[in-house]
């Protein structure tokens, strides 16, 4: 499935799913570092996962949602769950998703819940089996609802009408599958806007000016004596 670009400010659905500290060793010593797991979403369809790591918790976080923002993927709803049963898979972890019917809620682990309730799934029902590694699940919980498919292009695929499919009646409206419109952007708006955001940063370190000649060390006046 291909990678899409959505509006920064629609994705207003951001999960730290994990936030660990890690170590590295080199010749002179350990080198001390947080990774993070985030999950961000629109709650209408869209869902990224990205991962992060910094020296600094918040530069970790920072690093983790602009990696997931880069990665979104559109999956396929129906109405408030999903169209199908599917297994997602990422390494030795298997995550089963079901469709519910409306009322039933999100029932889950924490690492599927965050993706889950992050695109947007309001019913459903999973089932966590293999690897218990919650990077894993979370992949694997993504995988699952990238095999989606909507009930119109497998018609389309197989040559024939959505009727004559051996699906619940139910899910044979046509109107269901219609994909959700978030504000999409494209690869030149985004770098435009990068480009102005620099610009007008300059403008301002430039409005502030230079230090003045009396400080001292620091940015700090001299003592008067």
Sequence with gaps: MAKIQVDAELL???KVVQLKPVSKTVKGGRKRRFASLIVVGDANGHVGVGMG?????PDSIRKGSQS???NLVEVALVNTTIPHT???????????????SPGTGVI???AARAVLEAVGITDVLTKTMGSDNTINNVFATLDGLRR?????DVAKRRGIGIEQLAIPAKLKDASLYEPRQPNYITEDESQIDE???RQSQRSEGNRRGPRSAQAGRGGRAPRQR
């Excluded at 599917?86 to 519910?100: D, E, F, Y």
């Excluded at 989606?148 to 119109?152: D, F, G, H, V």
Aim: charge should be positive; glycine fraction near 8%; avoid cysteine.
């Design 53 to 57: 790591k910094s020296a600094s918790v």
């Design 68 to 70: 997931a923002a880069k």
């Design 12 to 14: 207003r659905v951001e």
């Design 86 to 100: 599917v297994i997602g898979r990422a390494g030795s972890a298997r995550v089963l998703i079901k469709p519910a």
């Design 148 to 152: 989606m498919q909507k009930a119109t």
């Design 108 to 110: 889950a682990g924490p």
């Design 195 to 197: 480009k102005s955001n």
